[in-house]
């Protein structure tokens, strides 16, 4: 079985290692505290406080492990691998629908998305179709609600990121 390989952006590898470091220093303490406390409070069989904190000790270690997984098989989007030819992760787009309205967005790999804040991940229906296109091509997407939007790339530059 292929191992996922994970592209970020510099940015985006700052952002992975220090929600490693939170998580790892800070929250385990921090959780470690909580079920220290609730033990506390006696029969751990109705004590809802030693549940919870239990439950939070396991979404903390299950982050740390998607984590580390992820640094692991990072591929770093060098900015130089980035050019204005064609979309690309570390591409920042601006595109036309078949209703006129212009959209921007920057192509960023899957662990960076953040689609209110115009970052789409390459894995996306839109991040796809765009990928590997130029500029003044014409592409059709499906939507996952099943409907089908046009999109004409008008500019491509490299992202801010």
């Not at 390989?5 to 590898?13: K, N």
């Not at 089908?148 to 990121?161: A, D, F, N």
Request: charged letters at 30%; hydrophobic letters at 35%.
């Amino acid at each position: 079985m292929q191992k996922k390989e994970y592209l970020v952006t510099y940015a985006g590898l700052t952002k992975l290692e220090n929600e490693l470091n939170e998580l790892k220093t800070v929250r385990r303490a921090d959780v470690a505290e909580k079920i220290k406390v609730a033990r506390g409070y006696g029969d751990l069989s109705e004590n809802s406080e030693y549940d919870e904190a239990k439950n939070e000790q396991g979404m903390i270690e299950s982050r740390i492990v998607e984590l580390e997984t992820m640094l692991k098989n990072v591929r770093v989007i060098d900015e130089d691998e980035v050019t204005t030819e064609h979309v690309s992760v570390g591409s920042h787009v601006k595109i036309k629908d078949g209703d006129g309205d212009i959209d921007e967005y920057d192509i960023v790999g899957s662990t960076e998305a953040d689609p209110l804040a115009g970052k789409i991940s390459d894995e996306s229906p839109v991040g796809a179709a765009l990928l590997t296109r130029g500029v003044g091509d014409k592409v059709q997407v499906t939507l996952p609600s099943g409907a089908v939007v046009s999109y004409q790339i008008l500019e491509i530059s490299k992202s801010e990121l």
